[in-house]
Structures are given as structure tokens and as C-alpha cells.
């Protein structure tokens, strides 16, 4: 049985969420997952493919993931890889697709091999939710993240027999 490592880098936890979503669906599809946070990871030895995802601040990945993918680039390049990003919240008709993916770091991903990679709405923190609409406060969409991660298990499953 393929084993996954979901490694996530999360500064107010919703980015932590989406992965505990994306890894539950993946062992709900018998695989063997871990889920952790990128400071937790030492190496990739063990899994079968990895999903990368990190909260988007203006643009930018959060350091700790920026780090994880130059640092495990050659064992990544070696495996089935995907990566999420998380941040975009408030009215998604504003929304500047632009704005929700660090571009440089996105052709790294790609030259490394990445399967896919995917944006999902993130949640307010307080600060930023007191001038919000409620219905804006929390953009994640729970059944495309289960969607996507479902995908990837049909990717990486084993048939059987």
C-alpha cells in the first residue's frame, strides 16, 4: 500500500485543516497517510508521494514551506508530488487569480514535476474578519478540497489483484 506524507505550513491553522481534510480523504481511500506540519519532517524516506501546502500571504508561500521544497527537491523530483496553497479570502468576485500563487515558486514546483497544484480559499483571521461580510469570512470549499484529494488517491492507488 502506497504510504503519503502531507507536510503543511499553517500560520493561524486553516491551512492545517485543509490538510487533515486532504489526508483523511486519502486514507478514506485505504492509503497510508501521514499528516504534519513541514518543521516536523525530517526526510521523505518511507512515502510514496508527498502533498505540499502552505498559506499564501501577499503572494508568498510561508518560509518553512518555501524551505521544505528547496530542501527536499531532489527527493520530490523523485516522487509523485502535488501542492496546495491557501489564503484567499472576502469576495470572490475581486478575487485576482494573480495574487493567489507565488509564480516563482509554482515554476519550481513544475520543473521539480509537480502533478498539481491548487489554490483554495482560506479563512479570516479575526483581525481581518471585522471587515468582512460573514459569508466571506471562510472561503474554503471542503468538497473541492475532498474532491482534489480524492483525485490524487486514484493517482497513486495500487490495483489490486
Not at 4 to 26: P, Q
Not at 99 to 124: D, I, T
Not at 135 to 141: A, K, L, N, Q
Amino acid at each position: 500500500m502506497p504510504k503519503i506524507l502531507v507536510a503543511y505550513s499553517s500560520k493561524h491553522g486553516s491551512t492545517g485543516e485543509i490538510a487533515e481534510a486532504i489526508a483523511a480523504t486519502l486514507r478514506s481511500a485505504g492509503l497510508a497517510v501521514d499528516c504534519a506540519n513541514v518543521r516536523e519532517v525530517g526526510d521523505l524516506e518511507g512515502y510514496d508521494a508527498v502533498v505540499l501546502g502552505s498559506a499564501v500571504y501577499m503572494r508568498r508561500w510561508r518560509g518553512d514551506a518555501k524551505h521544505f521544497l528547496r530542501r527536499h527537491a531532489g527527493e520530490l523530483a523523485e516522487r509523485p508530488f502535488w501542492v496546495f496553497s491557501s489564503g484567499p479570502v472576502g469576495d470572490p468576485a475581486k478575487d485576482n487569480p494573480a495574487w493567489s500563487e507565488p509564480p516563482r515558486l509554482m515554476a519550481k514546483a513544475e520543473a521539480l514535476g509537480v502533478r498539481a497544484h491548487v489554490v483554495f480559499g482560506g479563512r479570516a483571521t479575526d483581525m481581518m474578519a471585522k471587515d468582512l461580510p460573514p459569508e466571506f469570512r471562510d472561503r474554503r470549499d471542503w468538497d473541492a478540497i475532498r474532491a482534489w484529494a480524492s483525485g490524487i488517491a486514484a493517482d497513486v492507488a495500487v490495483p489490486v489483484g
